[in-house]
Structures are given as C-alpha cells and as structure tokens.
C-alpha cells in the first residue's frame, strides 16, 4: 500500500517538474539535473538541489521559485536545501534537456565518455564550430560560431 507520505511527495516532485530554470528557460531543474531528492515528513516538503557549480547565480531564484510552486499548490511548510555531493555534472543532464536545450539554440552538452566528440550547430548540425569565447551569457556557457550556416551560438560546457 502507497503511504499518504510518499503520494505526497510524488505530487511535489510532480510540481516541481514544471520549475524552470531562470537562465535556461527552456529546460525545467529536474531535466538539468539540478533537483536531486523531494522528500515529505510530518506534513513538510524537503528538497535538495545541487547547484550546476557552487557559484551559480541563479540558485537563490530557483530556490524561491521552488518553494513558491509547492506552496502553491498547497504544501504548507518547505525547506529546500543545497546539496555538494554528489557533485552535479552535465552528465545528470536528461536526454529530453539535452534536446530541449539544442532546440532552443544551445548545443548540449557532450556526455563526458564521448567529450572529445565535435560539437555540433543546435542549427544545422555540421561540425564545423569554433569557439569565439570560453565565457558566455552565463559561465556554464560557451560562445561558438558555426563555419557551415555561419550562426553564433553557445554551447554548454562539460563538467
């Protein structure tokens, strides 16, 4: 039989399927891989988040944008923690924010076992790209152009 506790915390973990991240809107916290656990306790919501890199801008506002989606929808009493270990990596990425990301323009990360791989043009997926800076609107993001439709782009980075 399925406790109370744990259809709640399904229904959390169902609410925050729809928080996106504040940077990369295209792509929401679970499929970034950043939501690691939601938990219920004596009526109270816990979640962990690991932060794509420990000085990433955008945590405070996600963390917010998080407790105010489930108290939204009803949870009363939120914590939501942040969680190091284990470290995230772009490899906690989904295969579904993977092609989110390539569709809204940025070329995904590689998985790190084939990061020797070309990247590709989210455009026109030649492999012809070139970095023009290792920094771009965001750390976690690089600025690419692509020699075949002649597009800039960023790419996320590996880690």
């Known amino acids: 039989m399925v406790s109370d506790t744990m259809l709640d915390a399904r229904r959390a973990r169902q609410v925050l399927t729809q928080v996106v991240d504040p940077e990369i809107p295209s792509v929401t916290i679970e499929e970034l891989g950043i939501l690691r656990d939601?938990?219920?306790?004596?009526?109270?919501?816990?979640?962990?988040?690991?932060?794509?890199?420990?000085?990433?801008?955008?945590?405070?506002?996600?963390?917010?944008?998080?407790?105010?989606?489930?108290?939204?929808?009803?949870?009363?009493?939120?914590?939501v923690r942040t969680v190091y270990a284990p470290a995230w990596s772009t490899?906690?990425?989904?295969?579904?924010?993977?092609?989110?990301?390539?569709?809204?323009?940025?070329?995904?990360?590689?998985?790190?076992?084939?990061?020797d791989r070309p990247v590709l043009c989210p455009r026109c997926a030649t492999d012809?790209?070139?970095?023009?800076?290792?920094?771009?609107?965001?750390?976690?993001?690089?600025?690419?152009?692509?020699?075949?439709c002649g597009e800039p782009f960023h790419r996320f980075k590996e880690l």
Do not use: H, N, W
């Open 91 to 115: 490899d906690d990425i989904t295969d579904e924010g993977l092609r989110k990301l390539a569709a809204s323009g940025i070329a995904p990360p590689r998985r790190l076992a084939d990061a």
């Open 38 to 79: 939601v938990a219920v306790a004596d009526g109270r919501v816990v979640v962990d988040l690991t932060p794509t890199y420990s000085g990433c801008p955008a945590m405070d506002l996600i963390r917010r944008q998080v407790r105010d989606a489930l108290v939204a929808a009803g949870f009363g009493e939120v914590e």
């Open 128 to 148: 012809r790209t070139r970095t023009v800076a290792e920094f771009g609107s965001t750390a976690c993001k690089a600025l690419m152009v692509c020699d075949g």
